[in-house]
């Protein structure tokens, strides 16, 4: 059986993608790197906590075949530019490079729908940056999601996001044909597709939130 490491699985996507893994048979070790616990226990599951800005800490416990990596803020969270881009340039490329180092040859990242390194806009810019660097590693089974607005309930209230979320349930019924991609998406969703993407293998590494909400319906089949 496989060993996955989850980065991030204390939030909204991590967290439905930890109760997948945990219920795979494939999936003999879930090992879990954040700040803090997700407050239940399984046989299957091991916690190591710690600073992910000092990713070194975990350096005696990063050994695995695959390596899901969830983790995101806002603008709203963290609105000073340099602390967001340590988040969410820094964790995903040096959880990157430590892939490489250790052999482990699948890594999963969460992106964003419009990451472009190009962009003017500072948050797609990030996210652009942070997909080149990713793929510059050139780990053999690589797949970055660029999902749309992520739907689901948080534990934190965010509220300009929890508005711009009840619009776009309005939205999303006029989102037809080649906007189906800007519709908003669950959690769940895009959790499946990473499970999919690590046990299938995919020519793409750049998927879309359409394409993600398509492979999750796969999953379930």
Request: net charge positive; aromatic share 8%; with cysteine.
């Amino acid at each position: 059986m496989k060993t996955a490491i989850i980065l991030g699985a204390t939030g909204l996507t991590g967290g439905r993608l930890l109760r997948l893994l945990l219920e795979d048979d494939r999936y003999g070790t879930i090992k879990l790197f954040s700040r803090s616990s997700v407050a239940f226990s399984h046989p299957k599951m091991e916690e190591h906590l710690g600073d992910l800005m000092d990713m070194e800490g975990f350096a005696a416990h990063f050994h695995a075949e695959e390596l899901f990596c969830c983790i995101g803020t806002t603008k709203s969270k963290t609105p000073d530019q340099e602390e967001y881009k340590n988040i969410d340039y820094g964790l995903p490329v040096h959880a990157a490079k430590h892939c490489k180092e250790n052999g482990i040859g699948t890594f999963i990242v969460i992106s964003a729908l419009g990451a472009n390194p190009k962009s003017s806009v500072f948050y797609n810019r990030v996210k652009g940056e942070m997909e080149e660097a990713v793929l510059a590693e050139n780990i053999p089974k690589t797949h970055i999601l660029q999902p749309s607005l992520i739907g689901g309930r948080r534990k934190e209230k965010r509220w300009g996001e929890w508005i711009f979320k009840q619009l776009m349930k309005v939205a999303n019924f006029v989102l037809v044909g080649s906007l189906e991609k800007y519709r908003s998406i669950r959690p769940e969703a895009i959790a499946g597709s990473m499970v999919w993407l690590a046990n299938h293998k995919y020519e793409k590494k750049r998927i879309e939130s359409d394409e993600i909400k398509y492979l999750a319906k796969i999953l379930k089949r």
